[in-house]
């Protein structure tokens, strides 16, 4: 069966995390395609917890790899290692010299459906293949301009700025380009979204646009519907999303943190994991009297087997 590359880049804090996002995706893609699947870490994720989480891979594994890969760091000035988490995924071309190419997922994602057709498409010139952020939406796209470092506004066009939360990644092309150099260089200058606003600029031009099933967040059909008036998506993309979605993506409201549209799925794998117990007492200790109420909703639902 074919193998597919997935890279995925996390902290101490998020490994539990990503134990409920790789049980998604085993599940889904039974039968249909495994993976090589490289988790790009930090210094603090011991040999330990690599442990408990390849235990947790097993036992949902049957012909998939896991790879633990510590990251390196070769962005220079402090300022930008303050966050240097949302970066890790600019190190894959250096930390995977022998791979063409590679899916890139954040941790707060839930898998719907297998990647094998995501990653079967042709990359011919491309450099990175992602869908459209909320950005391109006029008022916040005109915030977003006027944070950018300046002369860099020239490197945007509004309609074609891609999220980076899920992306096809072309290494090969990326290496050969130098982009890593660029990265760097880059990483010193102080851009509101960081690593998305550097994947923008030096891939301009080289960016396929996927379809919006790739990566949706479902709670976020309002901006959708704004970026469906401006003509920068489409009616029959966002219904397609909705009804056979690939990537449900919680940018912005992650599912232990806040209970919206299609949290439960997440929590459904969350209750396969030896940590939800965990998961519900820190959701439940720093959340809202509604909120609570929301989680209790859904957890009764989910034990019944009721699908919103």
């Not at 391109?136 to 066009?157: L, V």
Request: with cysteine; aromatic share 14%.
């Amino acid at each position: 069966m074919q193998k597919v590359n997935i890279a995925f880049c996390f902290d101490k804090n998020l490994w539990k995390h990503f134990c409920v996002e790789i049980i998604s995706l085993l599940n889904v893609s039974k039968n249909k395609c495994d993976y090589d699947i490289y988790a790009i870490i930090s210094n603090d994720i011991t040999k330990d917890i690599q442990e408990e989480i390849r235990k947790i891979f097993d036992k949902y594994n049957i012909n998939s790899t896991l790879t633990f890969i510590p990251i390196t760091n070769d962005f220079k000035k402090s300022k930008t290692n303050k966050e240097k988490g949302f970066y890790f995924r600019l190190h894959l071309p250096q930390l995977l010299p022998n791979i063409d190419k590679i899916i890139y997922a954040d941790i707060d994602i839930i898998f719907n459906k297998d990647l094998k057709d995501f990653y079967n498409q042709d990359m011919k010139d491309y450099i990175l293949f992602g869908v459209k952020d909320g950005l391109n939406i006029t008022r916040p796209w005109k915030k977003h301009m006027a944070r950018i470092p300046k002369n860099y506004n020239t490197y945007f066009t509004k309609g074609d700025y891609i999220n980076s939360g899920v992306l096809l990644m072309n290494l090969k092309a990326m290496r050969k380009l130098n982009l890593y150099k660029e990265f760097c260089d880059l990483m010193e200058l102080s851009f509101p979204h960081r690593d998305q606003d550097i994947l923008n600029i030096t891939c301009k031009n080289h960016i396929k646009i996927l379809p919006l099933k790739y990566n949706f967040t479902p709670r976020s059909t309002h901006k959708y519907k704004k970026l469906i008036k401006e003509k920068y998506m489409t009616n029959i993309e966002l219904k397609e999303a909705k009804s056979s979605a690939i990537i449900y993506h919680f940018i912005n409201h992650n599912p232990w943190n806040k209970i919206t549209k299609k949290a439960n799925l997440w929590w459904q794998y969350a209750h396969l994991t030896p940590y939800y117990e965990d998961f519900k007492k820190n959701f439940l200790n720093k959340t809202s009297p509604l909120q609570k109420m929301k989680f209790f909703i859904m957890e009764y639902k989910n034990k019944r087997g009721i699908n919103d």
